[in-house]
């Protein structure tokens, strides 16, 4: 998917890390599985529909911006995996997507082509931090590679379980937040039902569009204007990350 909409749903804050577990996850966790009938595009207008008919505001942003396909088209590519993804996630931490490309790269080459829990369990803490890691990240990529490697977390076991029980999961991975994990659930497990609550862009987009005159809005406040989106709360979460990059450019461009 364009780079912009993932960076827009992805601006943190400093403080999103793993002390508020909200209400922001579903029971029983809908996602859309890879390569499934409900991954089609009659679904997503099934989806729009119903938000549509929910909500007049969003109806509205539907109707100019259209489907969310950089959205939906990752969610119906090949199954991706799980320990690469987080381990993407850990990298680009506070970085721009450049510099996290590159440290990647380097990683990536460090373990002969393939980074896998084993080859980052045999690489040591200073070689990593000689890629471009800082020492808390490469204690971080350690940290999650032993819990991969000893099976404690799998692409099957992450797909298989609930959005409440994997958010309970990868907490207790050193380096991960809520919201990235709120990240990972959305873009890699293709989460249908999660509401980033501690994201600038969806909060500043859900401000310019619900409540005129003010800059964000708190996690509360995005709570109760998502409660009409249920359970399609990561559709609605991405149409205010879009509405935020339409004010961002439009700023840039007086």
């Known amino acids: 998917m364009p780079r912009s909409i993932r960076k827009a749903l992805g601006v943190r804050t400093v403080k999103a890390a793993k002390a508020a577990v909200s209400s922001s996850r579903t029971k029983g966790g809908i996602r859309l599985r890879q390569n499934s009938p409900s991954a089609s595009s009659t679904h997503v207008n099934t ?25 939906t088209s990752r969610w119906t590519d090949q199954a991706g995996d799980a320990f ?21 790269s380097r990683v990536e080459a460090g373990c002969n082509g393939r980074i896998t829990p084993l080859s980052i369990i045999n690489t040591d803490k200073e070689v990593l931090r000689s890629m ?5 990240k490469a204690e971080y990529l350690k940290d999650l590679a032993g819990k991969f490697q000893s099976g404690e977390l799998t692409d099957q076991k992450l797909r ?17 937040g ?25 909060k500043k987009g859900a401000a310019a569009l619900y409540c005129k005159g003010k ?3 708190t996690p509360k406040e ?3 204007i998502a409660n009409k989106w249920d359970p399609y709360k990561s559709y609605g979460s991405w149409y205010m990350a879009n509405k935020y990059l339409e004010l961002k450019r439009s700023s840039e461009d007086t």
């Open 47 to 71: 989806v729009l529909k119903q938000l549509s008919d929910e909500d007049e505001v969003l109806s509205d942003v539907i109707k100019v911006v259209g489907p969310p396909t950089s959205l």
């Open 215 to 217: 800059k964000i809005v």
């Open 160 to 176: 298989s379980s609930s959005t409440e029980e994997v958010m309970a999961s990868l907490l207790k991975v050193k380096g991960l």
């Open 132 to 136: 471009g890691l800082s020492y808390r």
């Open 84 to 104: 690469l993804s987080l381990v993407k996630s850990i990298t680009s931490q506070q970085l721009s997507g450049k510099a996290a490309a590159t440290i990647f």
């Open 178 to 202: 809520e919201w990235s994990v709120h990240m990972f659930q959305i873009f890699h497990l293709g989460c249908e039902n999660v509401l980033p609550v501690g994201d600038l862009a969806v």
């Open 222 to 224: 995005l709570e109760q």
